[in-house]
T-cell receptor, first 117, second 114 residues
Framework: AQKVTQAQTEISVVEKEDVTLDCVYE???????LFWYKQPPSGELVFLIR??????QNEISGRYSWNFQKSTSSFNFTITASQVVDSAVYFC??????????????FGKGTKLSVIP | DTAVSQTPKYLVTQMGNDKSIKCEQN?????MYWYKQDSKKFLKIMFS???????INETVPNRFSPKSPDKAHLNLHINSLELGDSAVYFC?????????????FGQGTRLTVV
């Protein structure tokens, strides 16, 4: 069975604070990929990052950074110096093998981030 | 140009009606999906097609029937709509069905059944 857990349902921070969104996953696959998506109030789903199970290097993109820890099965997402535009629901997802070379994304339940000016 | 476009964006209809949602992608991707997002924002896959062939069909009522006339289109037809079908439906596409391909999503169709 495969599962993605985002334990934080909602987080509120004041603008310019740093915030970390947690993601813990379960899988029996040895090769898998993890993803983060952003869903702003306008409703669309925006791809943020993809990380494979063999690459545990942290990644930084501007104010965004991701910490992948295979030992704890976690793929956490940190926003530094948060801004109001960061207010959104953030989803962590895991690629799930279906057999015959097919995969699908299994999503966590999302964390709603509110950045207060 | 919108990469994954779905129409309509909003759909309000009465119980018992039949409706369709259209989806088109211009990314040249081989794989397309339909996801359902419920009122609690939970995203769950419904169907996946690869080169017009159905590869994923989750436990979805058979009132829902996807149709892929070509690999750039994946439409969703829903018969005998029920109140519980109210949700946001997202179409998505990915380069292929491999483990490492990210999905690109359309804007979503908010379906309200009254």
């Amino acid at each position: 069975a495969q599962k993605v857990t985002q334990a934080q349902t909602e987080i509120s921070v004041v603008e310019k604070e740093d915030v970390t969104l947690d993601c813990v996953y379960e899988t029996r696959d040895t090769t898998y990929y993890l993803f983060w998506y952003k869903q702003p109030p306008s409703g669309e789903l925006v791809f943020l990052i993809r990380r494979n199970s063999f690459d545990e290097q942290n990644e930084i993109s501007g104010r965004y950074s991701w910490n992948f820890q295979k030992s704890t099965s976690s793929f956490n997402f940190t926003i530094t110096a948060s801004q109001v535009v960061d207010s959104a629901v953030y989803f962590c997802a895991l690629s799930e093998a279906l057999g015959a070379g097919s995969y699908q994304l299994t999503f966590g339940k999302g964390t709603k981030l509110s950045v207060i000016p | 140009d919108t990469a994954v476009s779905q129409t309509p964006k909003y759909l309000v209809t009465q119980m018992g009606n039949d409706k369709s949602i259209k989806c088109e992608q211009n990314l040249g991707h081989d794989t397309m999906y339909w996801y359902k997002q419920d009122s609690k924002k939970f995203l769950k896959i419904m169907f996946s097609y690869n080169n017009k062939e159905l590869i994923i069909n989750e436990t979805v009522p058979n009132r829902f029937s996807p149709k892929s006339p070509d690999k750039a289109h994946l439409n969703l037809h829903i018969n005998s709509l029920e109140l519980g079908d109210s949700a946001v439906y997202f179409c998505a596409s990915s380069r292929d069905r491999g483990v490492n391909t990210e999905a690109f999503f359309g804007q979503g169709t908010r379906l309200t059944v009254v």
